[in-house]
Each structure stands twice: as C-alpha cells, then as structure tokens.
C-alpha cells in the first residue's frame, strides 16, 4: 500500500505546478476599428491611437510575451517531479517497485537560468519601450509632414488664385489693345503650371494620409482631419551636447536595455561554470525478498549526478566573451547618443535661423509682388516683372514652410533624445518580477498581473 507520506508530497508537487502556472491571456489584438466617419489627428491622439492600434508594436508585445513565457518556462524547471517505478501483479492491480523524486531546484544552473530568463525580459520590456518611442517619433515626424505639406498646398493655392486673377487682367487688356496676345499666353501658362504643382501636393497629401491610416490600422470609411499644431520649443535647446549627454544617457532606455542584456550573459556564464552538478534525487525501493513487496519510504537514498568534461571551459569563455559584447555595445550607445545630440542641437541652432530668415524674406517678396502688380495695371511696368515677382513670392514661401518642417522635425528628435513632451507621457511596461521564497509562494501567492495590464495605461496629460 502506498505511503501516506507520497500522497501528500504529490499533492504538494501538484499545487506548486497550478500555483506557479502562468496566467492564461491572449495577444492584444487591435482596438475595435473607430465607425466614427471624422478622426481627428493632433499628438496626442496620435499618440493613443499608436500604441493600441500600430502592428508593429503588437509584434514587439508578443516577444514580451515570449519571455514572460521563458521565465514561467524557467521556474517550472525548478520544480520536482516524480519517476515511478511499478509492476503488474497476478491480480488486476500493481504495485510500486521504486520511486525516484528529481530535486532540480537543487542544481545552481537552474536558479541561475531562472535569473538569465528575467533580466532577458526586463530588456525585452525595454526593447518594447524602445519601439513604442521610435515608432512614435516616426508616426509624429510624419504628422509634421502633412501639417507642412498641407501649407504648402495652401501657399500654392493662393498663388494659383492670384494667377488666376492675373490671368484675368491681362485677357481684359489685351482685348483692349493695350497689351500684347504674348501676355496672354504667358499668364496663362504660368497659371496652368501653378495647377500642376497644386494636383502633385494633393498627389503627396493622398500617400502620407494612406500612410498615416495604415500605421494607425484605421478603416477606410476614417475621414483624416489634421490639426495644424507644431512642437513647442525645448528647453534644452541652446544647451551644449556635452552638458546634456549625461542626463540623456542617465535615462535612455537603450541603456537600460544593454544593462540588462549584460547582466543577462554574466549571470549565462555562471550557468555554465556550474552546468556540470546536473543531478539531484531521492530515491526508495522495495524492500525485501519477496518481489511482490510495495515500496517502503522508510529508507530513502539521495543521488547526485556530475558530469565534468573539458568542453565546459570553452562554453564559458564563449559566455564572458559574449559579456564582453554586449559592453562594447554599451559604449557604442553613448557615442551613438553624443552623435544624435550634437547633430540635433547644431541643427537646431542654423534651421531656426534659416526658418526667421525665411519669414522675412516671404514678407519682403510680398511686398515686391504687391507693388509689381499694381505697376503693372498702371501700366508702368511689364508683365515679365509681374509673374517673377509672383514666382519669387512662391518659392519664399516654400522655404518658410521646410525651414519650419526642419525645426519641427528636429525637436521631435531633440525631445525623443530626452524623453520630454508627449514622449513623456509614454508608458512602457512595468513587469514586476516574483519575490521570495520558492517555496513560500506557494502558501501565499501573490495576485498575478497580465502584462496587458502592466503595459497599457490611460495617456496622462502634460
């Protein structure tokens, strides 16, 4: 007859695996489509429409997943197991000839693979973060974009309409007589070929929006309205690259990231060091001469299991020379980092004034367009000067528009650099990791919490 004893070690065995299994969640899917016909795009919804709907942050989630998983995977090894040992009897039943209870949580390697699998996962919760703010910074850079080609194609109409009108003056006097057909023909030309470039922006607006609502994994029925908003300025701008880099870096989650994959291959090379104790058991068997006899727990055997061989020392030389790696990396960051800064923040510097100087030079061929014209229905001057002037006002106020996309584009950069603005209000994961005792979880189990919960936040305002 079997023990008492076994009964209630199997039962532990039993609650310690229900205990410690991973709760069951599915992959985030993307948010219900919006049926509303109007979406407004400005920052920040932009920003909440990102992170629930983009696809490519739904792949990165699953690698979060993933690891949650190798962790679960990791402390599921801990766990004991049974080896029965049984035979048949003459009669319809059996009994148990031997039992072997496997000890892994007695190995080293096991605690230090469980150690590898959660900081492999605190850099793949790092990782995810890294995405969700450069997939934002894309998606935000792109908005910019449109918010400056739709002024441009403002500009251009404007123009156009100021053509037109040109145009209209000019077929009024030659039918006159008082100026020339070629006028008429060059009016009209100038106005056909400011249409064209007024179709190819609206050509250019059709693609960014298409490629705003794939992004954000909107429906087609979606009407995009942009709201004409730019990045305000930074209050770093003007600081020097070396005085903002340590902060930068101090913060940076591609540093975090690195950190934990380092952490991750010194605690791998420990793993090895120790991988050749891969054995830990408590054995007992029956008792006796006579075969028929069940198992008797009152005399049980420990066994140990080594396995030493000289290909251990190259596995581990491979491990720290993959630390080594992985700190190298960590340099290349902070030079990568001191790069971002110092290109961002000289740029900055040249496109505000390239930007100041543009707004001038569009006010002041303005005013030459104005005066050009008004000479021209005086008829003091020709219509050569008139559609310069006019072409001069439109190339002016171009530059202003990509002198301002710049300096848009360039804060973006400078505010992702440093974690400000609506890059602030992003949320990451928080993925606590199990603390205590092995044992002592399974007495007192702590709530689990769904990494949908712990990477999904409402958007907190600035």
Known sequence: MVSRYFLIFSLLIFSFQRVNAAPVHQNRKPAVPVTSNVVRINPQSLQTLLLSRN?????????????????NLARAQLLPSVNLGAILTGGPGFILSSVSFLMPFLLPSNWLDLKESQQLLDAEVESYYIAQLDQYASAYSVYMTVVGDRGLRDTLETQYENLQKIESDVDLAVKLGLRPITDLYSAQAQTQQMKSQVAQVDELLVRETASVREMLSLDLDATLMFEDMHPVASAYEGTP???????????????AQIDDMIAAAKTESWSKAFSFFNGATLSADSQGADSDRSVSFSHLTQGSGFNIGFGIFPTV????????EMQLRKQEIALEQAQVLETTLGSLVAAKTDYDAAIQAEQNFNNAYQAEQANYNLGTT??????????????ASINRIKAQTDVDS?????????LK?????????????VKGSLIGNIF???????????????????
């Open 55 to 71: 696809n490519s942050l739904l792949q990165e989630m699953n690698k979060v997943y993933q690891a949650k998983e190798n962790v």
């Open 241 to 255: 690259a070396k005085i903002l880099l340590p902060s930068v870096l101090a913060k940076a989650p591609e540093n």
């Open 317 to 324: 030389e491979l491990s720290n020379l993959n630390t080594q």
């Open 382 to 395: 020709d219509l050569l000067h008139v559609l310069s002037a006019a072409n001069s006002l439109a190339e």
């Open 410 to 418: 360039l804060r973006i950069t400078l505010n992702r650099s440093t």
């Open 421 to 433: 603005e609506y890059f602030a209000t992003i949320p990451g994961c928080k993925v606590a990791q």
């Open 444 to 462: 007192h189990p702590s709530q689990p919490v769904t990494l949908d919960q712990a990477c999904t936040k409402p958007l907190t305002k600035k």
